[in-house]
């Protein structure tokens, strides 16, 4: 982008569930931000939520949004499976894009956006929202206290109880249909947790996995266990399973000289164990939780400062899930 916007005016194609709540009025409350337009191919759905959300135009098509005048910047809040043509498709009218996560189905479509948008210096960012969120500031400040000592290795356990009661094919939700999704609900909720390492630990350099159909409620896989060694030298093991009984989601950092346990999702206590003693925080998420996210990003957007989820970020989170469920998908 070869120069700064004085304001982002945001056009939002798919304003489904997620900006309801999570990121549209983050949009709006944000200095220096605005949603000009939104889409959605159901055109009475798009007009109801512009005027809920007093938005001042509308659309039933994609490509008029992207080409309003009136749009400088885009966010793609739509299924994963065109994250990658509306990304591409912005991009080529010079517009800077905010894509959902996943960022893509596969690592593969990460980097053809990524490319698209370098050849016209177009600013490219991915919801990882976590990144921005005080609770997993505080996180980052911990471990780079040095409180942990020389970090060792980091375990995450996610299961939760399968949602499949009564659902035919046709009625099943489309994040566990591979063709829209890229996979099951291990791309839809482990990538926040494998992207928030990232954040904290650093990329990831090697991956192994294993991934199955255990329930057979879908053709996706329902669990995957994987290990990963990021370049740093730490090791990593994961276990997510959405057929299981109870619900746990939890990560530990352990270090030589302590461990850190906290949560991907939900704002529950972040404990620090060391010979110490134990210490614990509260820190409460938002309600509208791409809150800090957004602003970051309109602050790039306006030559403040540098946002923290970029492609380039996403794209690594997207290869660690594409080895970790390769396997079952060539099968």
């Known amino acids: 982008m070869k120069s ?3 304001e982002v005016r945001w056009g939002i194609i798919g304003c489904g569930d997620v900006t309801e ?3 549209g009025p983050a949009l709006q409350q944000a200095e220096n931000s605005q949603i000009a337009a939104v889409m959605r191919r159901n055109g009475e759905l798009a007009k109801d ?3 809920r959300h007093k ?3 509308w659309y039933d098509n994609a490509d008029a949004l992207i080409n309003d005048p009136e749009v400088n910047a885009i966010y793609i809040a739509t299924p994963p499976n065109v994250h990658n043509e509306y990304t591409i498709k912005a991009a080529k009218a010079g517009k800077p894009v905010y894509v959902e996560k996943p960022m893509a189905r596969t690592a593969k479509e990460c980097l053809e956006m990524i490319e698209i948008c370098e050849q ?3 600013p490219l960012f991915v919801a990882y929202y976590r990144r921005a969120l005080p609770r997993f500031r505080k996180i980052k400040e911990i471990i780079e206290s040095g409180v942990l000592g020389e970090l060792r290795f980091v375990q995450t356990t996610h299961f939760q109880p399968a949602n499949n009661e009564g659902q035919t094919p046709k009625e099943q939700p489309w994040r566990v249909n591979p063709e829209i999704a890229g996979g099951g609900l291990f791309l839809d909720l482990a ?7 990232d954040y904290l630990l650093g990329p990831i350099k090697e991956v192994k ?4 159909n255990q329930n057979d409620a879908y053709h996706a896989e329902d669990i995957v266990t994987g290990t990963y060694l990021f370049e740093s030298g730490i090791h990593g093991t994961g276990t997510w399973c ?3 009984f109870d619900h746990i989601d939890k990560n530990e950092i352990v270090g030589s000289e302590g461990k850190l346990t906290f949560s991907t999702f939900g704002d529950s206590s972040i404990t620090l164990v060391t010979a110490k003693g134990k210490e614990q925080w509260t820190i409460e998420n938002p309600r509208h939780i791409q809150k800090y996210l957004i602003q970051e990003i309109v602050d790039e957007l306006i030559g403040k400062k540098v946002s923290s989820s970029t492609g380039k970020t996403a794209a690594r989170t997207n290869w660690v899930m594409d080895q970790l469920i390769a396997d079952y998908y060539q099968k």
């Open 4 to 6: 700064y916007l004085k």
């Open 21 to 23: 709540v999570k990121s």
């Open 49 to 51: 939520y512009a005027m």
């Open 55 to 57: 938005v001042k135009k």
């Open 120 to 122: 016209g210096d177009i």
């Open 191 to 197: 990538s926040h947790t494998l992207d928030i390492l």
């Open 209 to 212: 996995g294993l991934a199955s």
């Open 242 to 244: 959405f057929s299981a």
